[in-house]
């Protein structure tokens, strides 16, 4: 069955992360109807930082690590959570160009040995349609004086490759979101509301 897992990791009260990762999800529901839906805030609900039990226990499943009852829990609930899904949408703001702490702690529980997709050996999680859904505040499209200073979706896409959620992976990405409050970004606004409206086109036809 279609499942679909839904993750958000903005701080912001008016996020354009949640509000484009919220509209994929009620059009992907729309478009499959009878299917699974689950939902994770790690900033309503953080995830602790690893620690060394943790990751040990991740690395070495068959052993006793010292881990408490409640972090093997969280981890499972995770690794549920993602193993149970057949398409993932994340909605995950650039922090100081790169990702949010809050989202990384995901990531730590679930990039590990047992999903790594290597030569020759897939990843339990290979095979899933992953949609990353990117806010920033600035630009860094080609051409632009920052475009060598993404390292979100460069890191993204190595990371999630390596654990087999390359397969159907495609990245939306809103742009120049902090035009609508700087003063000083004023004349970008037009650049915003067009890079604003792409990305509402493509979930749609990403959910359809
Ligand atoms: C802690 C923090 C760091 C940020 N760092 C960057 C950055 O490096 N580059 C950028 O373009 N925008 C940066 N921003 C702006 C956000 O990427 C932008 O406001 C984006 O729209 C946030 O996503 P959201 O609208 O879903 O909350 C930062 C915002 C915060 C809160």
């Known amino acids: 069955m279609s499942h679909l897992l839904h993750i958000d990791s903005s701080i912001g009260t008016d996020s354009v992360s949640r509000q484009l990762s919220a509209y994929f ?3 992907w529901r729309n478009s499959h109807p009878g299917s699974g839906y689950s939902y994770r805030d790690v900033v ?14 991740l690395v070495y499943p068959d052993g006793d690590h010292g881990q408490s009852a409640e972090e093997r829990e969280l981890t499972a609930a ?12 994340l909605g995950v703001p650039m922090h100081n160009f790169s990702i949010p702490s809050t989202f ?16 020759g050996k897939t990843s339990p999680l290979s095979g899933k349609s992953v949609v990353v859904i990117q806010a920033r505040g ?5 051409g632009t004086p920052r475009e060598d200073f993404d390292f979100q979706e460069p890191y993204l896409r190595a990371v999630l490759e390596s654990i087999g959620l390359g397969d159907d992976l495609t990245f939306v990405t809103a742009e120049l979101t902090m035009a609508a409050h700087v003063p000083q970004m004023e004349q970008l ?4 509301e067009t890079s ?10 990403l959910a359809a």
Do not use: F
């Open 78 to 89: 995770i690794t549920d959570e993602l193993l149970g899904a057949s398409t993932v949408v």
């Open 104 to 119: 990384k702690a995901w990531l730590d529980r679930v990039v590990h040995p047992a999903h790594m997709s290597m030569p």
């Open 189 to 192: 606004r037009p650049l915003a």
């Open 25 to 27: 999800a009620e059009e």
């Open 138 to 142: 600035g630009s860094y499209a080609p």
């Open 44 to 57: 309503a609900e953080p995830i602790p930082h690893i620690t060394h039990p943790v990751h040990q226990s």
């Open 196 to 205: 604003l409206a792409t990305a509402y086109e493509t979930l749609k036809k």
